[in-house]
């Protein structure tokens, strides 16, 4: 039986180097690519690939939206996110979104194979390391996850003051950023929940206990 891959990463090296690895071995076919998280749904829902290979830093949706969305409307695609850092939020935040596999980009090309055919099986594979980590956290009390993980830590408080009604000049002076540097956070925070204004921002923050 030959497994059908989609390959999903923003970096057309990583999309090319992957098809020259899928290419050379028998039972893999490279059924087609996405450069965005909403692409790589797309193609998770008209193609019905058995895997998804996803970068989990991607623009727009990011690879773990992109993955909560494909287990929710496709859940028979399994998703192996690829990455360049094995941190520890980015592996539990893929676990949790529906990812059966979390590997590095630049893995030995056996053992992506491995871990594509893993996947494709139902089981679940993690990078060196992982492992160990995911049993100690799957162990320890559960912690509430935190609003909107996709943002960063400047974003985080940038939107909390967004949702409590500052205006950007006001914003700027409680953090002590410069205007500009304001403005591009809201730009990015605005992608990242993908919303299409302030006040749909404030709305999606507040709902999410920021601001109050």
């Known amino acids: 039986m030959t497994l059908r891959i989609v390959v999903a990463d923003d970096h057309a090296v990583v999309r090319e180097g992957l098809r020259a690895l899928l290419s050379a071995v028998d039972g893999y076919e490279l059924v087609g690519t996405a450069s965005t998280g909403t692409e790589a749904v797309r193609a998770a829902v008209t193609l019905r690939p058995d895997v998804v290979v996803m970068d989990i830093q991607m623009p727009g949706m990011t690879g773990i939206e992109a993955t909560r969305e494909i287990a929710r409307v496709v859940p028979a ?98 953090l002590r950023l410069a205007p500009n540097t304001v403005s591009n956070h809201i730009s990015s925070i605005f992608a990242k929940l993908q919303v299409a204004s302030r006040a749909e921002a404030i709305v999606r923050a507040r709902s999410a206990g920021l601001g109050e």
Do not use: C
């Open 77 to 174: 695609v399994a998703v192996l996110m690829l990455t360049m850092f094995e941190d520890d939020d980015s592996v539990f935040a893929a676990m949790r979104a529906g990812a059966l596999g979390y590997v590095l980009k630049g893995a030995d090309p056996d053992n992506m194979i491995r871990a594509i055919a893993a996947v494709a099986a139902g089981e679940a594979i993690f990078g060196t390391g992982v492992a160990r980590r995911a049993l100690t956290y799957l162990t320890a009390p559960r912690r509430e996850e935190p609003a909107f993980p996709q943002l960063t830590p400047r974003e985080h408080e940038v939107l909390g003051l967004i949702a409590t009604g500052l205006a950007n000049p006001a914003i700027a002076t409680r």
